[in-house]
């Protein structure tokens, strides 16, 4: 028989003890309620206040430089294509440069585009262009919106984790002093939608392990003794249900959140499984499989395909022109066996012929309609897919880099760059011999990353060793959303997709200050030293934000100027 005993006074706490410092309560007692020791009301104002500050940072100046910066080109006219139109449209050449004048008119073409990242990302770009018109600041205000944002749900998720308001803001702090989250919030690139999708889920997740523990110890007041535990109380999960919404829009900005959606649904089954163990079940492993994880697979994995494939309502609405103008584009004529001449992948077997089948069938109507569209929406897939698998392998980029080496920030990307400024004019003092220059650089802040670093070995530690479930999540985070980019390090991929990995990065450090720190509030020679350390680490990462601030802001710098911040020569 299992039962559930009370620790004995001043047993071992570990890292899941309160924030206070108080004795560890039973399981049972710690899923009645969230151990409420904060006021909510100063830890949400604190955190907007946060948030809000963020956006400022964003917003300032965020129409410079006045041009398409790096992808900008493609994903701000297809935005604006889409909002418009209501699906991506070619476009003339010389389209940038009649943007940039103020016109709009003449630019895209009748058919559509082939495109190869679904399209949420670029509907809420168009949005902000539909507001403030297609300029630059119209097609980034989105991005800084969704980069505040982001600042907060930051907060908010490592305050639940930790249970102190102080170490959520340190969190969003964190995140908001980061250099690539924060140029990426002041680019129309997809990325920062990605990244702030997949960071709701994960706090609907962490909620959701809340939930239903505080569930479970209502719909079983004692307790239990065997048995399988509370099931029917538990099948719906509300919090599961917007994770798998958060998860649906993630993958409908690119398709890469398909693997923390995997790592972190069975992270969802392993802490279902802990919560009735610690209420007395045996087997509790099994037993969660088929009462939690299934049900769990559908409100999480169901729903996310769902919201997916609704985000393609506008190529659904126009399958026809895209049966019509790409089922027989380049990609659907080759097979995958192929070898690459210079940048081109070339097919060993071709088949000009090719087609969707849905191109050459009669136009259906009534719910046979939807079916046609959905399966022309498929076949879209397969072409898009063969380009990821087969094209970029042959192309290069000379700011491409190795995802190993991300997490050590060894290759920046430069997005813009206004080079050489002569000393008395436009506002370039530099000396004699030399001259000035802007540049915007997607480069994290070396402190948030290489402290990072050690956090997540520290934070392996305390997950395998204490069995602390935050790191595991810090853990988990970080391997699915960085690990599956080495298996394609043989084409041109960046280092600034690892924005996806930072709150996780950015948790592991939070939780390393909170362990650093201590949980007891009374003064101690322990605590003195952690507040000292950990203060000094931010403001040495205040500093570092700083510094660096020219070159994530398209400031003026003299060439010296600009070298002093090149600290590594592949950062150039």
Not at 98 to 110: F, H, S, Y
Not at 279 to 301: E, I, K, T, Y
Not at 318 to 334: C, K, N
């Amino acid at each position: 028989m299992t039962t559930t005993q009370a620790p004995r006074p001043g047993a071992a706490r570990g890292l899941s003890g309160t924030a206070a410092g108080e004795t560890l309560p039973t399981a049972w007692q710690r899923a009645r309620g969230r151990l409420g020791v904060e006021d909510p009301f100063i830890g949400w104002s604190a955190a907007l206040g946060l948030a809000l500050l963020a956006l400022v940072l964003r917003l300032w100046r965020l129409g410079e430089p006045k041009v398409f910066e790096f992808d900008e080109t493609y994903y701000a006219k297809d935005a604006w294509s889409l909002v418009n139109h209501g699906y991506v449209r070619e476009y003339v050449d010389g389209a940038d440069e009649k943007i940039l004048a103020g016109t709009t008119t003449g630019v895209w073409k009748g058919d559509p585009s082939m495109i190869v990242h679904p399209e949420v990302g670029k509907w809420l770009i168009g949005l902000g262009e539909k507001v403030f018109g297609m300029e630059p600041f119209g097609w980034r205000v989105a991005s800084a919106v969704v980069g505040a944002l982001m600042v907060l749900v930051m907060c908010r998720l490592a305050r639940r984790v930790t249970g102190s308001t102080v170490l959520g803001l340190v969190a969003g702090l964190l995140l908001m002093l980061d250099g690539l989250q924060f140029v990426l919030s002041r680019l129309a690139l997809l990325d920062i939608f990605l990244a702030f999708f997949t960071l709701c889920a994960v706090a609907c997740l962490v909620n959701d392990r809340d939930w239903h523990r505080a569930r479970m110890a209502r719909l079983q007041p004692v307790p239990l003794t065997g048995g399988w535990g509370p099931v029917r109380g538990l099948l719906l999960r509300p919090w599961l249900l917007l994770g798998g919404v958060c998860f649906g829009l993630a993958i409908g900005t690119k398709w890469t959140a398909l693997y923390p959606l995997a790592a972190l649904g069975v992270l969802v089954w392993l802490w279902s499984s802990g919560a009735r163990r610690s209420f007395g079940v045996r087997a509790a492993v099994l037993r969660s499989a088929v009462v939690d994880g299934l049900p769990a697979f559908v409100q999480l994995v169901g729903v996310a395909a769902v919201v997916y494939v609704g985000t393609w309502g506008g190529w659904l609405m126009h399958a026809g022109q895209y049966e019509e103008a790409l089922s027989s584009t380049q990609y659907t004529q080759f097979t995958g066996q192929g070898h690459c001449e210079g940048d081109s992948f070339v097919s060993d077997d071709p088949d000009p012929d090719a087609r969707w089948p849905t191109a050459t069938e009669p136009d259906a109507s009534g719910p046979a309609e939807v079916v046609q569209s959905l399966r022309s929406l498929w076949y879209y897939h397969q072409d898009v897919y063969t380009f990821h698998t087969n094209f970029l392998d042959c192309s290069t980029h000379s700011y491409a880099s190795k995802p190993a080496g991300w997490l050590l920030l060894n290759r920046s990307v430069g997005v813009a760059a206004d080079t050489g400024i002569q000393p008395g004019t436009r506002g370039c003092t530099a000396p004699e011999g030399s001259d000035c220059l802007r540049q915007v650089l997607l480069l994290g802040t070396p402190t948030i990353w290489w402290a990072g670093i050690l956090a997540l070995v520290f934070s392996a530690a305390m997950w395998l060793g204490a069995r602390d479930w935050r790191h595991g999540l810090a853990v988990v985070g970080v391997a699915s959303t960085w690990l599956p980019w080495l298996a394609y390090d043989d084409r041109p991929i960046f280092s600034f997709y690892a924005i996806v990995t930072l709150p996780f990065v950015v948790l592991s450090l939070t939780l390393a200050i909170g362990a650093l720190v201590g949980r007891r509030r009374g003064p101690s020679t322990r605590r003195t030293v952690g507040v000292v350390v950990a203060g000094a680490f931010l403001v040495l990462t205040l500093v570092n934000f700083a510094w660096f601030w020219p070159i994530w802001t398209n400031g003026l710098l003299t060439n010296g100027e600009w070298l002093d911040r090149m600290w590594f020569a592949r950062w150039i």
